[in-house]
Every structure is written in C-alpha cells, then in structure tokens.
C-alpha cells in the first residue's frame, strides 16, 4: 500500500489518481498525514498532473502552520491507496523522463473499471457532504441599534411617545430598554435599545416607521450600531 517513491513520477502518478475524488489525503480537513505526503515529494507536481498539483498548492497555503494542523504523523507508506503496487521509473517528480523510456508507459487516464470506482467514491463522499452541511445550524446575523427619537418640545408627553415606538413591531425585531436623556431647554429625547436581524429588518425602515408619528416625534436619529 502507499503511494511509493514520491520522487518519481510513477509516485506521483500514483498521488495524482488518489486526489482525483479527495480534497485530503485523509478525511475531510488538512492534517499531518497531507504534511508527511507534501514533505515527501520533490517540488510542485507537473501541469499533467492537475489533482496533485491542486492538492500540492492547497497544502502550501498551509506550510507556515503546519505544525497545528490535526492529527499524528505516520510513515508515508502508511498513507495513499491500498493495494497498490508502485515500480520505479527513471523519471523525476515532474515529469521529465529519460531518452529511453516511450510514451505508451505513462497511462494518465486509467481504465473504464477504475473511472466507474473513482466516481462511485466520489459521488459517495458528496452526499456525506451534502448531509452534513444539511444539519449544520444556520447563523442568523444580528445587530444591536440604539435610537434616539426627538420630541418636538418639552410639552410632548415622552410616555405616550414611547408607546408609539414600543406599538412598531415586525418579524426580527425585539424591543430592549429605554431612557430619558436631557437636551436643553427643558427637552427630553427618548433613547431606546432594540435587536434586529439584519435579514428581516433594516434601520432606515424603522426610521420611517417612527417618524410616522409625526404629532409625537421630530426626528429619528441612530446613536449606535453594533454587529452582535
């Protein structure tokens, strides 16, 4: 089993027909069994090869961290395909090969029995994709908006204010504390808290909806905005 020399192309012939239906050479996240592969090859997989190469430019985005990536690091022939039986070429890792070797020994495509198997493998680990995506608790963005709603003087009864704010209601919106802050010249503006989902509730339709009561309120301004 393995995945053979990995500094010759027949090994990573071999490497490039197992990532044809992975994203990792284990499970579904990079760890330390794609580090022992990476470390193990010669430099960057041909063009020829497009799924080693995908996978070998991946794992470089993580060459700095690799260290915190998960899991133990075995010996590289205890990683790759089973079963597999890989004979050394006079060629290198990418792909140059020697003036006595023919075309004909370099099979990039494979037969029809392991195409059917690759996409059966590969079908496979898409629904288990699919699935586990599925039951993955959705994230609902929220944001916490603070408001300050004017009166037009000190006469307007900031109570009956209040209730008219408190009387705006929609789907996503809940209405949190409120208090009285001093302006000037004997005038109160109410300042209230409420959370909103940002999907369901936008801040200039609040806005309108308050100014709508337009015997009680002056003006609608936001004092403060929060991703929550």
Not at 52 to 61: D, E, M, N, P, Q
Not at 115 to 121: A, L, Q, V, W, Y
């Amino acid at each position: 089993m393995g995945f053979g020399d990995m500094k010759t192309t027949e090994g990573v012939k071999v490497l490039n027909e197992y990532m044809a239906d992975k994203s990792y050479i284990e499970s579904f996240v990079p760890s330390q069994a794609d580090v022992v592969v990476f470390q193990a090859l010669d430099g960057p997989p041909a063009a020829c090869f497009s799924h080693a190469l995908r996978w070998y430019k991946h794992i470089k985005s993580y060459e700095k961290s690799a260290s915190s990536l998960p899991g133990v690091r075995k010996p590289l022939e205890q990683y790759g395909p089973a079963g597999s039986v890989v004979v050394p070429a006079a060629t290198d890792a990418k792909g140059r090969k020697s003036d006595d070797d023919d075309d004909d020994d370099l099979d990039l495509f494979g037969s029809d029995e392991e195409s059917e198997e690759s996409k059966r493998i590969r079908e496979e680990r898409l629904s288990q994709y699919a699935t586990k995506k599925s039951t993955k608790p959705t994230v609902i963005a929220k944001s916490s908006v603070v408001l300050d709603v004017k009166p037009w003087d000190d006469e307007t009864d900031m109570a009956e204010v209040e209730k008219h704010v408190r009387s705006v209601a929609m789907d996503g919106l809940i209405w949190g504390g409120s208090k009285l802050v001093p302006v000037g010249y004997g005038i109160k503006k109410l300042q209230m808290q409420c959370v909103i989902e940002d999907d369901k509730v936008s801040v200039d339709l609040l806005e309108e909806l308050i100014t709508a009561f337009e015997d009680h309120v002056q003006s609608v301004d936001v004092a403060a905005f929060n991703k929550i």
